[in-house]
């Protein structure tokens, strides 16, 4: 019989709807009727393409046993973390605080007053590794619950003041300077793995926004060392097993130092971000394989994580059945023995594909199979023969049982999509990509956004979700508005970039600058969420700064600039402390320091002139520098949808190019050549 999260709309939530386990949704209900039992509140909190998140369902969750006795001495909560962010948030840190570590799934106990008490991630079904069996766990707080309970909830409340004592004052840092990512540089340097490219050891995850941040400090500052650890590890990923080599996008991440094997699941977010540097770094350098890897990944988005109403699903599952064994194993669609390798190909290309992509008989992953890589020392081949030899395995992979899809739509990821498509499409001349970010965009204001501008953080087949949406929605969407008005000209998706940020100053703002992840009316948990740290995707504190900023260069908004200033405190108090951990913060910082840029664009639609000048304004290189593209001078001397075409007129009669920062215009220019000096690297 259905438990009762058969109603919801996520699809983790919906993958345990027939558990045996009597799971509530994440609700006021669900702890009431702790209170009324008397009983602990189970929270278990993962995501549809977590592979141990599958693993426990299946040994404990499906168990009869198991949920019999989870039914009758808690009450079980069941979250999707990518739904409730501000849920997983607060939990996380009390996880982490308490063990040292954290991960999915995660495993809390709580009070019926939502307190929690006990923390873990996985437990396996007999105890192993010096781990606990789930069960010995389930036992071990019922009776500390039943026998002690004054003492659980002492430590419950403990754990709630010292949460509480952790309040964030990065508002009155200062902003940062050339200094600050001076020393952030450095700190990278130092971390840097020379050999293999990335950052730190195993695993060893794509380092997305710190290498947007080496991109704009060489862009910058001409430093040599910036550019050459961005490029060799774009380099390496892309030669690696975790870039998909048949079908484009990016794994989650690498298991080993070396990029070799990963852990098969494909996110949005990874794929955006990692789609929009490989297209910087084509931007900054011509690379032929930047080029190849930003338009691989792009096409990888729209053919397998469009959905039918035009946004971008969640994610690909890292699992999927194996079609030898039957059984449901990570990465069994895309590992691939040499027997295999020839069955597809036949002897002579087959043989050519297991040097090119450097698949051996013992295997690089598990049984016997490989993951497909780009070795440095593999054989030089035809192009034609390779792309064929790849269309072939591609459409014989295409056979094997898919891994599953998350259809769920997340504002915020979308919004970096937006933007890498947007972005892709101008930069290669590839319309249809710029119309798939504006399509996305529109759903976005269809369904996600209500009539104040409030944004809803999922949907799902084109019905709006009932979580409100939190910070980094507000700003990566903003973001992903403010890169479609650049690229396609239209003034609309500026103003609806406004009103998101307007919101992020009315309701996430602190008196002091600081940000919080939740708006003021949100719901209350134990502690309002507030983490400005950039891990897998930008925070949302830094989204914010970096929208707030590039909004005040459209506009010339003092309050959205000085905003995004006191957010970025939090890179001046970080950056040289934790750079790996505030890579989008120290990309935004060099926007700041280098202006940003404001470049306006006008003339006719219809000019060729015109299409040039707006090309080569966003081909230039200043970081995070903003564009403007219409008619010249309305009537009434406005800019029209565009604050930055206000006043601007044609020279000679000609499509012209403007081009400030800091309060300064350079000479208005009609020569596609001055216009890139204007916007190329500034040396120190």
């Known amino acids: 019989m259905p ?90 840190e009390a996880v982490q605080a308490a063990t040292g570590q954290g991960g999915w799934p995660m495993t809390v106990f709580l009070t019926p007053d939502a307190e929690p008490f006990y923390f873990g991630t996985y437990f396996p079904p007999e105890p192993r590794h010096g781990m606990p069996s789930f069960m010995q766990v389930l036992e071990g707080v019922r009776t500390a619950w039943v026998g002690r309970r004054e003492e659980v909830d002492e430590v419950a409340q403990k754990i709630v003041r010292d949460l509480a004592g952790r309040q964030l004052d990065y508002g009155k840092a200062g902003t940062p300077g050339a200094e600050e990512l001076a020393q952030a540089l450095l700190g990278l340097t130092r971390e840097y793995d020379a050999a293999r490219g990335g950052f730190g050891g195993a695993p060893k995850f794509p380092p997305s926004m710190v290498l947007e941040f080496l991109l704009r400090h060489h862009a910058r500052t001409g430093s040599e060392g910036a550019l050459q ?48 540097v490989y297209a910087h770094l084509w931007r900054a350098t011509g690379s032929d394989l930047a080029r190849r890897i930003a338009l691989e990944t792009a096409d990888f988005m729209v053919r397998e994580l469009r959905t039918d109403q035009g946004g971008f699903a969640s994610a690909l599952d890292a699992d999927s059945e194996d079609p030898d064994s039957g059984e449901h194993v990570e990465g069994a669609y895309y590992a691939w023995t040499p027997a295999q390798l020839r069955e597809v190909l036949g002897e ?70 937006i933007a890498a498509l947007a972005e892709c499409g101008a930069y290669f001349e590839r319309p249809d990509l710029v119309e798939r970010a504006t399509e996305a965009a529109d759903l976005l204001v269809r369904v996600h956004m209500d009539g104040k501008a409030r944004l809803a953080r999922t949907s799902k087949d084109g019905g709006v979700g009932a979580n409100a949406g939190v910070l980094e929605d507000y700003g990566d969407v903003a973001d992903g508005f403010l890169a479609l008005a650049s690229v396609t000209g239209e003034g609309v998706w500026l103003e609806f970039a406004g009103f998101l940020v307007d919101l992020v100053l009315d309701r996430f703002t602190a ?41 005040a260069a459209h506009t010339g908004s003092e309050a959205h600039r000085t905003a995004a200033e006191r957010a970025l405190g939090v ?47 966003l081909l ?65």
Request: glycine fraction near 8%; include cysteine.
């Open 229 to 276: 650890m961005a490029a060799d590890t774009c380099e390496a990923m892309a030669r690696g097993g975790i870039y998909d080599q048949l079908g484009g996008g990016f794994a989650r991440y690498s298991v080993d130092r070396e990029w070799v094997v990963p852990h098969f699941e494909k996110m949005l977010y990874d794929n955006a971000l990692l789609c929009r």
């Open 3 to 92: 438990n009762r999260l058969a109603n919801e709309t996520s699809p983790y939530l919906l993958q345990h709807a027939d558990n045996p386990v009597d799971w509530w949704p994440w609700s006021p209900e669900a702890f009431a009727e702790a209170r009324e039992r008397g009983v602990p509140v189970h929270l278990s909190v993962g995501y549809s393409s977590c592979h141990w998140c599958h693993v426990f369902e299946a040994e404990s969750f499906k168990d009869e046993l198991t949920a019999a006795y989870l039914n009758e001495h808690f009450v079980n909560v069941k979250v999707d973390r990518e739904e409730r962010p501000d849920v997983d948030a607060v939990y996380m």
């Open 348 to 417: 002579e290309d087959g043989n050519l594909a297991v040097a090119y992509f450097g698949v051996t008989e013992e295997g690089t992953f598990e049984h016997g199979k490989s993951v497909l890589q780009l070795p440095q020392d593999g054989p030089a081949a035809d192009a034609d023969r390779i792309a064929d030899i790849k269309r072939r395995l591609l459409a014989a992979r295409g056979l094997r049982p898919a891994p599953g899809r998350d259809d769920k739509v997340v504002a915020a990821w979308n919004g970096l999509a």
């Open 571 to 617: 890179v001046h108090a970080l950056g040289p402390r934790a750079p790996r951990f505030i890579g989008h913060g120290l990309a935004v910082a060099e926007a700041l320091l280098d202006g940003p840029r404001e470049v306006a664009v006008v003339g006719h639609p219809d000019d060729p002139a015109r299409e040039l000048l707006h090309r080569t304004a």
């Open 511 to 551: 008196e002091d600058g600081s940000l919080y992840d939740t708006a003021h009316d949100a719901e209350q948990l134990i502690r309002r969420p507030q983490d400005p740290t950039d891990t897998a995707a930008p925070s949302g504190w830094t989204a914010a700064a970096g929208a707030l900023l590039s909004y």
């Open 620 to 684: 230039g290189t200043a970081p995070g520098a903003v564009v403007a593209v219409g008619l010249p001078r309305a009537a009434d001397g406005s800019g029209g949808e565009f604050p930055l075409l206000a006043e601007r007129t044609l020279v000679h009669d000609l499509p012209t190019a403007y081009v400030c920062r800091h309060f300064v215009c350079a000479r208005p220019t009609t020569d596609p050549v001055e216009l890139g000096e204007q916007l190329g690297t500034v040396r120190p």
